[in-house]
T-cell receptor, first 112, second 112 residues
Framework: DAKTTQPPSMDCAEGRAANLPCNHS???????VYWYRQIHSQGPQYIIH???NNETNEMASLIITEDRKSSTLILPHATLRDTAVYYC?????????????FGTGTQLKVEL | KAGVTQTPRYLIKTRGQQVTLSCSPI?????VSWYQQTPGQGLQFLFE???????NKGNFPGRFSGRQFSNSRSEMNVSTLELGDSALYLC???????????FGPGTRLTVT
């Protein structure tokens, strides 16, 4: 699975959009981009995933560049509860099973 | 629908002992994966089970083993515990292989 690069930390004001970048320049054509987050001392939580089209669900939006070498997770109206470590993971949907390779992620701190 | 449950939540063991951790997946989920999380190594994949068969294994010594039962519940066992095995052990379940995973709260193991 391709490797990802994320900034170690980011700050965001409550109510503002949080834009979390991820670089995955070696992504292959059959690899998806997944985002998970982990609130302190809890298990990781699935957020969203996508292949090449932008995706949106009730939690967030995922914007993938046309060349698929990078993506951005957008939390449209961040709240204090969104403070967590966010992990960007690249993996094949099939063939790779369920192995998730977590990097160090981005520590998002949402402040008043 | 109930989430992934893990028992026990906290455990203290002595070096050389063995330990068994349990995971009950979300109802209907057939795939269970295990992860170890430590401050130094982060989140690392241990193994994945689907239909009672180990499908994938991470880079851990043979002291770490697991199994899955016909009702999809899973256990992992660590024998001859070492101090370095102190970690948060997380279980994740999914409907099938390659789909989004849902994590439990974890078992915090302390080896003294």
């Amino acid at each position: 699975d391709a490797k990802t690069t994320q900034p170690p930390s980011m700050d965001c004001a409550e109510g503002r959009a949080a834009n979390l970048p991820c670089n995955h320049s070696t992504i292959s054509g059959n690899e998806y981009v997944y985002w998970y987050r982990q609130i302190h001392s809890q298990g990781p939580q699935y957020i969203i995933h996508g292949l090449k089209n932008n995706e949106t669900n009730e939690m967030a939006s995922l914007i993938i560049t046309e060349d698929r070498k990078s993506s951005t997770l957008i939390l449209p109206h961040a709240t204090l509860r969104d403070t967590a470590v966010y992990y960007c993971i690249v993996k094949r949907l099939t063939g790779g099973g369920n192995k998730l390779t977590f990097g160090t992620g981005t520590q998002l701190k949402v402040e008043l | 629908k109930a989430g992934v449950t893990q028992t026990p939540r906290y455990l203290i063991k002595t070096r050389g002992q063995q330990v068994t951790l349990s995971c009950s997946p979300i109802s209907g989920h057939r795939s269970v994966s295990w992860y170890q999380q430590t401050p130094g190594q982060g989140l690392q994949f241990l193994f994945e089970y689907f239909s009672e068969t180990q499908r994938n294994k991470g880079n851990f010594p043979g002291r770490f083993s697991g199994r899955q039962f016909s009702n999809s519940r899973s256990e992992m066992n660590v024998s001859t515990l070492e101090l370095g095995d102190s970690a948060l052990y997380l279980c994740a379940s999914s409907l099938g292989r390659g789909l989004e995973q849902y994590f439990g709260p974890g078992t915090r193991l302390t080896v003294t």
